[in-house]
């Protein structure tokens, strides 16, 4: 069985249909690549994942339980994380509060009344934090205020604040968008060691580089539809992918 | 996690003897008798428990007296039922403020921003006419809720027999009026002090810093906010409550303008004036608040004719009518006024003020001495920056 099973996810926005009966089954430990063009429906797709939307039809189901009406912090405790397109970070704290958050919220559950220990005294939860800030390169600027970052280091922090909380199914929404070369070149290199953890992906994306380096399968959307599925060597050579989203252009 | 254990201990000692030692240092100001040292400590608490709602989760309530309300009503009808012993009278205060504050804010919190201040703001005003009117058995309406000599006093009658004439406030027999009131309720400020500081460097207080600074990343991180900001503002509620059944203690009375909207208004004032989100500031603000209005409240047309009787009489009776607005019943035009001004140039508050005129002090110095201006760290913008 796969780890999430979507079945004929429909939604639109007043007339405007986003999701035509989308079909998808992402595998445990696969990499898991959406791709198509923009407005195809991509972060749409995952905000039903995670409760930020409900899908007009159709199921979501993630290791054999429906995530449909569940609110966004039920999913998350079920283990399902997101990486939004925009960073989503806590811009007026520090590196290391932004990640000791959803640490404690993964040690703690949705809700502890936890208001007499000294955050800073829990050591557990301290190397953990230090460990992933340093697996991000970002441990040198664990006092900085988050907010202060570039928008490349943004999105290396929030991955580390969804990594921290060892995820069942990790959602990246274009996590190298806004980066530079060798910004994308090092957070490739940190997908793939998250990789051998056997952190099932989505991962949305527009770099072919990024895609073929590191998905293991690949969906293609357009226009709110699944045009294609398959793995990489069988969509670099699929005619209707080269014509919908590549517009025949060169990988 | 630049606060060390050593660092905090040295901020409550630091403020424990400060607040102690008020008498003394209170005097030089024209400020050192009980009334208004009661004063300070008790609103004290109020702006420092406020600031657990407000300066940590981002919630503006508007109707944050009606807890103090709640408290002094509870607090004297605990004088009239069970004992003129303060103990039971706070603890009784802080309860029944806590039950409200979790009826409220469970209703409030389904809003947030400028809805949620206008459901809190709402709440308040109704709990102020319904004193006035349908719950005057509870609050005797117009004329206060005050102690009487045929109240019946359940535990101090068993304990000592009925007596003639109406017993003062007392906690085990140490009066509540004077110094020891003071002292009373100075100590319990340290401990409200203590508390809230905890509180700021709990995890439970990283949670409220999240949902003040991303309430959206802090639910998809896996974290159900609402339990969280309603926890803060039971907390806060329970402090106002402790305040106005303090203001009870001190002074056995309770009338409903203690929840008018004006209340409500003077302790986010207090906590904005001396630094939202600072484990000092609310204190401060609450002391700069309480000493400005009994200063300019105290001043009357004749002392004003009095300080400008140099100028020729024509100018003095303009100057005296235009100053006149601002003092007595009008010093709250000159609270606005001074408001105003810090809001505009200082909005980060007093202790903001102090911490800027600190780093320029010790950027005067550093340079005197010919080493480089600034240590390596601060050039940095620190996460603690604003934390004291
Ligand atoms: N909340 C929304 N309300 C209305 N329209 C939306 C909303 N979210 C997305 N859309 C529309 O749905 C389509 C798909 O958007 P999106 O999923 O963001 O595309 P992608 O991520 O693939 O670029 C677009 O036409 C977009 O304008
Ligand atoms: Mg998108």
């Known amino acids: 069985m796969a780890l999430l099973q979507v079945k004929m996810v429909n939604k639109s926005f007043s007339g405007l249909t986003a999701l035509n009966n989308v079909n998808l089954d992402v595998e445990e430990g696969s990499v898991h690549a959406i791709i198509g063009p923009n407005g195809a429906g991509k972060s749409t797709l995952l905000n039903c994942f995670v409760g930020r939307l409900t899908p007009d039809t159709g199921t979501v189901l993630f290791n054999g339980k429906s995530l449909i009406g569940l609110p966004p912090h039920r999913i998350n405790q079920e283990g399902v994380v997101r990486v939004f397109q925009t960073p989503e970070i806590f811009a007026d704290l520090s590196l290391y509060e932004n990640v000791m958050i959803p640490t404690l919220a993964r040690r703690d559950g949705h809700f502890a009344l936890n208001a007499w220990s000294r955050a800073d005294a829990q050591i557990k939860v301290r190397e953990k934090v230090e460990h992933i800030l340093d697996d991000v390169g970002l441990a040198d600027a664990r006092h900085v205020l988050a907010g202060t970052l570039s928008r490349g280091d943004k999105r290396r922090l929030e991955l580390a604040m969804c990594l921290v909380q060892d995820p069942k199914l990790l959602l990246l929404d274009e996590p190298t968008a806004g980066m530079s070369r060798a910004d994308t070149e090092r957070t490739i290199e940190l997908l793939k060691r998250i990789g051998e953890r056997r952190i099932t992906k989505i991962i949305i994306e527009h770099d072919m580089q990024v895609v073929f380096s590191l998905a293991t399968r690949i969906s293609v959307l357009a226009q709110g539809t699944v045009i294609a599925e398959g793995d990489p060597a069988a969509i670099k050579g699929d005619a209707r992918v080269q014509e919908a989203y590549l517009g025949g252009a060169q990988f | ?388």
């Open chain 2, 1 to 388: 996690m630049t606060h060390t254990v050593k660092r905090d201990r040295m901020l409550v000692g630091g403020f424990a003897l400060a607040v102690l030692t008020m008498p003394v240092w209170m005097t030089p100001l024209g400020a050192g008798y009980p009334d208004l040292l009661q004063r300070f400590a008790i609103y004290g608490i109020f702006a420092i428990g406020f600031n657990i709602l407000f300066g940590l989760t981002g919630y503006l309530s508007f109707g944050h007296a009606v807890f103090l309300g709640v408290g002094s009503y509870a607090a004297v009808w605990s004088f009239k039922l069970l004992s003129m012993n303060v103990l039971p009278a706070v603890l009784c205060a802080m309860g029944v403020s806590g039950l409200f504050a979790l009826a409220i804010g469970y209703i409030s919190l389904r809003r947030s921003g400028i809805y949620f201040s206008i459901l809190t703001l709402a709440f308040a005003q109704m709990a102020y006419n319904l004193a006035y009117s349908v719950l005057t058995p509870i609050t005797n309406g117009e004329t206060g809720l005050k102690i009487e000599r045929v109240d019946p006093r359940l535990i101090d009658t068993w304990l000592s027999g009925p007596s003639t004439l109406i017993p003062s406030t007392n906690f085990f027999g140490m009066p509540m009026s004077g110094y020891s009131g003071f002292f009373f309720c100075a100590v319990l400020l340290i401990a409200a002090f203590y508390v809230a500081l905890r509180i700021a460097r709990s995890p439970f207080g990283a949670m409220l810093r999240a949902i003040k600074s991303n309430q959206n990343r802090l639910n998809y991180a896996g974290v159900h906010t609402r339990p969280y900001a309603l926890t803060a503002f039971v907390i806060s509620g329970i402090f106002a409550g402790l305040a106005g059944g303090l203001l009870a203690a001190t002074d056995p009375l309770a009338g409903a303008e203690r929840m008018q909207w004006t209340a409500s208004g003077e302790v986010v004032l207090m906590t904005i004036l001396g630094g939202v989100g600072t484990q000092l500031g609310p204190f401060v603000g609450a002391v700069i608040i309480k000493y400005a209005e009994n200063i300019f409240s105290a001043f009357n047309p004749q002392t004003l004719h009095g300080i400008f009787a140099f100028l020729p009489d024509p100018i003095e009776d303009v100057v005296v009518t235009v100053t006149g607005l601002f003092v007595g019943n009008g010093w709250q035009l000159t609270l606005g006024t001074l408001f105003m001004l810090l809001v505009i140039f200082l909005p980060g508050g007093v202790i903001e003020g102090a911490r800027r005129l600190g780093v320029l002090i010790g950027r005067k110095t550093a340079a005197l001495r010919g080493r480089r201006s600034q240590p390596l760290g601060s050039a940095l913008p620190a996460s603690g920056a604003a934390s004291e």
